[in-house]
């Protein structure tokens, strides 16, 4: 019998070495239309260390986010990095996004944009470009959803296919 369980333990050893915590890489945005403020209206849900990590080296600052040493400067950066890494046009216009603000959950980062005056029946399509964090890293996966009215979309963007498409 101890020979029965030095031969699992050889045999399983190799397995447990390597079913370590496997990192991933994903953000997941949400975009709705607000009948009510006539607004596309959009979250967008990041890892903070990722994030952080990426604004870090791509402006050359510490900004110890969702901590007590918080820099002061930290949403300026999250906005001009989702102003250089997402985007939205409308029937084939880019449109300005507006930055509205940002909420910690956990370790993740929820920030919150907005297309204002969007008038929903004139729209044949919405493009969302989404490029965060594919700068930083090669598998970065970029999850979009579509919630406009009764049409509902999702897309999974890669760094090779960074663009969803929603046609009315």
């Known amino acids: 019998m101890n ?3 030095k031969s699992m333990l050889l045999l399983l050893l190799p397995l447990v070495a390597f079913t370590g915590v496997h990192k991933f890489y ?6 709705a239309y607000s009948e009510k403020d006539k607004a596309l209206q959009i979250t967008s849900r990041i890892f903070i260390d990722d994030l952080e990590r990426t ?6 600052i510490d900004l110890n986010i969702a901590t007590d040493k918080e820099s002061s400067n930290t949403t300026t950066y999250i906005e001009k990095y989702l102003n250089t890494k997402f985007s939205i046009a409308i029937n084939g216009i880019k449109v300005p996004i507006k930055f509205i603000g940002k909420k910690y959950d956990n370790d993740i980062v929820i920030c919150y944009i907005e297309v204002p005056n969007v008038n929903l029946p004139t729209v044949k399509t919405i493009e969302v470009t989404n490029d965060i964090l594919f700068d930083m890293f090669d598998d970065q996966k970029n999850v979009v959803h579509f919630k406009l009215t009764n049409d509902k979309k999702s897309y999974v963007l890669t760094r090779s296919n960074n663009k969803g498409l929603l046609n009315f």
């Open 26 to 31: 994903v953000s997941v945005t949400s975009i």
């Open 55 to 60: 604004l870090e080296e791509r402006y050359d």
């Open 3 to 5: 020979f029965f369980k």
